[in-house]
Each structure stands twice: as C-alpha cells, then as structure tokens.
C-alpha cells in the first residue's frame, strides 16, 4: 500500500502554510473542510480537472494542512486544525477571516 507524506507537527513550516493558503481553489478546499469536517474527495464540487484537484491536494498535505487517510480505494481528507492551532495559534481564523466577502 503507497504511503503518503505527511510533516509531522514540528515539521510544519510557516511558509509552506502561506503559500499553500495562497491560492483561491485551496481556500475553498480549505473552507470546506473546516465546515464540513472530513470529507471523500470525490465528494467536494469544485469544478476543475481532476488533476488540478489532486495538485492542490498534495500541496496542501505536503504543507501540513490537510490530512489524507486511505481507505480501501477512497481518500477522505481533514484540516490539520488542532496541529496548526499548536504550531501557529490563530493564523488559519485569520487568514480565512481575510478571505471572507464584506
């Protein structure tokens, strides 16, 4: 079975959280975790190619955001919010709170 790469906490590097929160398609993947909790990730209606969705996922796993957990043929996906809360208090409230429409 593959084995995916995860940092571990202390590994988690606050650049490599920037940048994957940097773009627009991970902040809504983001957004919806954080709402929905863990999720397939074939259940998230993102409308880009299927290739593009799996970048954005490996950036954000191999930043430290996001957690992937393999179940048979599934992947179901989850915000790394407690690590991240430990490594960076409040910087995911705040960067979301950014995004947010006025």
Not at 4 to 32: G, K, M, T, W
Not at 77 to 101: K, Y
């Amino acid at each position: 079975m593959r084995t995916l790469y995860h940092p571990n906490r202390e590994e988690i590097q606050f650049s490599s959280v920037l940048y994957a929160l940097s773009d627009q398609i991970r902040l809504q993947i983001v957004n919806i975790l954080l709402e929905k909790n863990e999720q397939s990730c074939g259940a998230l209606n993102i409308p880009v190619a299927k290739s593009t969705l799996s970048h954005h996922f490996k950036v954000l796993r191999e930043s430290g955001v996001m957690y992937t957990r393999l179940e048979g043929t599934q992947r179901f996906i989850s915000i790394r919010e407690e690590d991240l809360n430990a490594r960076f208090p409040g910087l995911l409230q705040v960067v979301l709170h950014a995004t947010e429409p006025y």
